[in-house]
């Protein structure tokens, strides 16, 4: 695998068709899974590794974030990438950034209430590396299926020729959904932090036995978390992220809650085909995460 700074370089490397999978770092199966999926899809895969400042808020923790790129290397080029874009600040952002780019519309509930300018720096970064490095496909996680329908709409919109791939959410062995930001937690916080998985799994259920009410999938999360202090649990029309009442069209079930020093999101993702009635509820390790590996 050839590691690179900057984008002519990684240009440079590009061989028939690219499967691209943006990372912030502290690499954990979920990548790995957006990885070995472009490695199936494509002729090569190019992994970007930075953590991007238009992304945090204030007094979030872009200075904490764990970097360690070693070790990232050795992960990413085990599952299939090709070439690993590591760029500096200065690659990135040579001068401070005048142009941006959101979606607005997208971005006013869940994740968009707490973190005003969050998804603004996605998207930013987003159109800047599909610009910059110009693959045939991108793969994110459905775990932040807001990130994901923001993307989608601002390759749709400014007809960027690249396909969106949305994968399957990894789980840990005992379903909490993996995050770098699980590297944080301590033994008691990974078991408050449970009763996200499980309340979304009780939904699901719920929503395979025939139950299109939002108000009844989410009391079924809230049910099953009883002590957890969410910050919002909310049926969403996957999209246009806006709410549902009823179960109508695709749509996930998005929860986010801060458990000790994180703050955690998860889902559900829910096809709807006239009466039936599908639910992604991710995949599950049979083995440790990576993440503690020391």
């Known amino acids: ?10 240009r440079a490397l590009r061989r028939g068709t690219v499967g691209f999978v943006p990372t912030l770092g502290f690499v954990h199966e979920g990548h790995l899974s957006l990885i070995e999926r472009a490695a199936l899809d494509n ?3 190019l992994v970007s590794l930075f953590v991007n400042p238009l992304q945090f808020g204030p007094g979030e923790d872009f200075d904490a974030y764990p970097r360690q790129l070693e070790r990232d290397a050795a992960l990413i080029s085990e599952a299939g990438a090709k070439v690993l874009f590591s760029p500096s600040l200065s690659e990135m952002y040579p001068e401070p950034a005048l142009t941006q780019v959101e979606v607005p519309e997208l971005a006013i509930h869940l994740d968009g209430v707490e973190r005003p300018d969050h998804f603004r720096g996605v998207a930013t970064i987003v159109t800047k590396f599909l610009a910059g490095l110009q693959p045939s496909r991108a793969y994110f996680g459905r775990k932040d299926g807001q990130q994901l329908a923001i993307i989608q ?3 749709f ?6 396909e969106i791939e949305g994968c399957p959410t990894v789980r840990e062995a005992d379903g909490l959904a993996l995050s770098s930001r ?5 033994n008691v916080d990974k078991a408050e932090a449970l009763a996200l998985s499980s309340g979304l799994m009780a939904a699901a259920d719920l929503a395979e036995a025939g139950e299109r009410r939002a108000a009844a999938l989410i009391e079924a999360v809230r049910d099953t978390a009883l002590d957890t202090e969410f910050s919002y649990v909310t049926l969403m029309d996957r999209r246009t992220v806006h709410p549902l009442e009823v179960l109508t069209e695709d749509a996930f079930l998005a929860v986010a809650a801060r458990v000790g020093p994180a703050r955690l999101i998860d889902n559900i993702h829910i096809d709807v085909a006239g009466d039936a009635i599908k639910v992604d509820r991710g995949v599950r390790l049979d083995r440790p995460s990576v993440l503690y590996a020391t």
């Open 43 to 45: 002729d090569m895969v």
């Open 153 to 155: 709409r601002l390759v």
């Open 182 to 186: 699980n590297a944080y937690l301590s």
């Open 157 to 162: 919109d400014l007809s960027l020729p690249v």
């Open 1 to 10: 695998m050839e590691i690179v700074e900057t984008f002519r370089e990684a």
